[in-house]
Nanobody, 114 residues
Framework: QVQLVESGGGLVQPGGSLRLSCAAS????????MEWYRQAPGKQRELVAT???????NYADSVKGRFTISRDNAKNTVYLQMNSLKSEDTAVYYC????????WGQGTQVTVSS
């Protein structure tokens, strides 16, 4: 299994931006599907964004137009650019690597508050 480490979380004011990174321990070239999930306190984990291959992307309705997922296979890294952040975006954000790895990172906390 590929090991995943998220970073880039923190405290940001409403309307601000953050970029999350998900660094893999080995190549992700053969892993077509990479995803970001999030889990807010008392809520179930939800899918935020998916990237398939290098360019096919999908987003939850709640983040469309504000979040952008991308990947750099040369750096074994997946990114989540988050703009126009809202208080309801507060959650722990997790990176997920699809088949054949099917592995999760440990998560990074994002808190949106004034």
């Amino acid at each position: 299994q590929v090991q995943l480490v998220e970073s880039g979380g923190g405290l940001v004011q409403p309307g601000g931006s953050l970029r999350l990174s998900c660094a893999a321990s080995e190549t992700i070239f053969s892993i077509s599907r990479m995803e970001w999930y999030r889990q807010a306190p008392g809520k179930q984990r939800e899918l935020v964004a998916t990237i398939i291959g290098n360019s096919r992307t999908n987003y939850a309705d709640s983040v469309k137009g504000r979040f952008t997922i991308s990947r750099d296979n040369a750096k074994n890294t997946v990114y989540l650019q988050m703009n126009s952040l809202k208080s309801e975006d507060t959650a722990v954000y997790y990176c997920y690597a699809g088949s054949p790895s099917r592995s999760w990172g440990q998560g990074t906390q994002v808190t949106v508050s004034s």
